[in-house]
């Protein structure tokens, strides 16, 4: 990404392919970054018959596309996750409400087959995030206690003490804008989207502006993990973890009023709370699903009002509200694209197939929230009713913890961008998404006054 209003060089268009049906014998063999798809038997017990998995590529210059690949092959779809892991890809919005909040799937990876039959490298990289204990892969009983520790500090009322930290970050990063814009267009992205949720989990958790730049080169590390070799990726990890412990260490010996503060005063383990590991890992979770999420989230709502101006009047002229617009921009264009993996804990049938105990799920909530059988799919800022519940924060025991946070900032910092500037244009097309198969938003947006 680059400040200077220079663009991101053109990308070849990714022609999608119908990836279902009988295999076409004249199809060459393909590589797994050709963003086609290689033909290989899914493991469909349903009757056995040939089908093709995707190969989910997380540096496809089009995620939408590949969905709607995946769609074609059913609301549950064989794929691939890069490193050779099969799962299947749940894009219907059905049978993602189903996995979500019905209780015969689970979370823990210690349900999944594969892994126990010894077919996961033991390098694979997704492995670490599956195998950290915290709420993300956590079910039942220690779900539960986790997200109870979680409730007991991260309250209503400390989710809205924070909303003259946000008004006074969004403010001063318009300021910022505008004075940038004078020079040209201005990546979105980077000027406002990414600093401003950044500043409010540092503002959470209370670690002052000054030690902000250090956190925020971690968490700008961490998200492009996926270019690090493992060595560099155990390394970041070890980085991360003694940053936080120096956070805990002196919420201890001086305590405040932020959220280290209330989860260490839920106690240690012992007494119900949470161990040294699971504070480390709460807090490094609520970086990393705090951060990305809401930038994301931030640009692809901007991104749809700037090209749906009937919708942006609407929304200036307080004839919808901007907690409506904020919802209907998660629905349309959900910033988190899919998270691995949930687990059958029985022989099921899902969407058409027949699963196994065991088989690894891909949750799609990007996909999901698109699902046409629900009508086209169109950004409509007053259609809310008329629709399923949007899944962009989940659903059921893993619903987003942070969603009041989200919408928070998300309302302020919509609702003051396009008051202030009114007349807001793109000043291009908006750049290759981040290289990612769990967040989705453009890697650059520009934008001129
Ligand atoms: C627009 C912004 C956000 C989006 C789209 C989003 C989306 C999601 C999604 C889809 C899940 C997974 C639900 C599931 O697995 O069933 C999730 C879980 C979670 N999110 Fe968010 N999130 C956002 C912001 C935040 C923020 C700001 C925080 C914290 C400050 C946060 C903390 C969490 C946590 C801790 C979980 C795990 C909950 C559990 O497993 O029980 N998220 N989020």
């Not at 469909?44 to 997380?58: F, K, N």
């Not at 005063?265 to 699903?289: H, I, K, P, Q």
């Not at 967040?439 to 934008?447: F, I, N, R």
Request: glycine content about 10%.
């Amino acid at each position: 990404m680059d400040n200077a209003g220079r663009w991101p060089l053109a990308r070849k268009r990714h022609q999608p392919r119908t990836a279902c049906g009988p295999p076409d014998p004249r199809r060459p063999a393909i590589t797994l970054w050709d963003h086609r798809v290689t033909r290989c038997r899914a493991d469909d017990h349903s009757g056995g018959t040939m089908t093709e998995r995707i190969l989910l590529d997380p540096r496809t210059p089009d995620l939408r596309a590949q969905a709607e690949q995946l769609r074609r092959c059913g609301p549950v779809a064989p794929a691939e996750w890069p490193g050779g892991v099969h799962c299947w890809a749940v894009v219907g919005h059905a049978e993602l409400e189903t996995v979500l909040t019905d209780p015969r799937f689970a979370r823990s990876p210690t349900h999944w087959r594969a892994l126990r039959d010894g077919e996961i490298a033991a390098d694979w990289p997704m492995l670490a995030h599956l195998r950290r204990t915290w709420m993300l892969t956590a079910d039942g009983a220690d779900h539960r206690r986790l997200r109870h520790a979680v409730a007991a500090a991260f309250t209503p009322r400390r989710v809205e003490g924070l909303t003259p930290a946000i008004t006074a970050t969004v403010e001063a990063l318009l300021d910022d804008l505008e004075a940038a814009a004078q020079d040209g267009p201005v990546d979105l992205r980077a000027a406002y989207a990414l600093p401003l949720p950044l500043n409010t989990l540092c503002a959470l958790f209370g670690i002052p502006p000054g030690d902000r730049p250090e956190v925020a080169a971690l968490v700008g590390r961490a998200l492009s993990r996926a270019a690090l070799t493992p060595e560099e990726s155990a390394a970041l990890t070890r980085e991360i973890n003694t940053c936080l412990a120096d956070l805990v260490r002196s919420r201890s010996a001086a305590p405040g009023d932020d959220l280290v503060t209330d989860l260490l005063r839920g106690g240690t383990d012992g007494d119900g709370g949470l161990s040294e590991v699971e504070l480390l890992d709460m807090l490094w979770l609520f970086l990393g699903a705090g951060f990305e999420t809401t930038a994301g989230a931030l640009v692809n709502t901007a991104h749809a009002l700037l090209v749906h101006p009937r919708e942006l009047d609407r929304a200036l002229g307080g004839r919808v509200g901007w907690d409506a617009v904020v919802e209907e921009g998660i629905r349309y264009d959900s910033s988190v694209y899919a998270l691995p993996f949930a687990y059958p804990t029985e022989d099921l049938e899902l969407g058409g197939r027949a699963l196994r105990a065991g088989d690894a799920l891909l949750l799609c909530f990007a996909a999901a929230n698109r699902d046409p059988r629900h009508g086209e799919v169109r950004f409509e800022t007053g259609r809310a009713g008329a629709r399923p519940r949007q899944l962009g924060f989940g659903q059921g025991p893993h619903f987003c913890v942070g969603a009041p946070l989200a919408r928070l900032q998300l309302r302020i910092a919509l609702a003051r961008l396009f008051e202030r500037f009114p007349g807001l244009r793109l000043a291009g097309p908006p750049g290759p998404p981040v290289p990612s198969l769990i967040a989705s938003t453009p890697s650059a947006l520009y934008v001129s006054r």
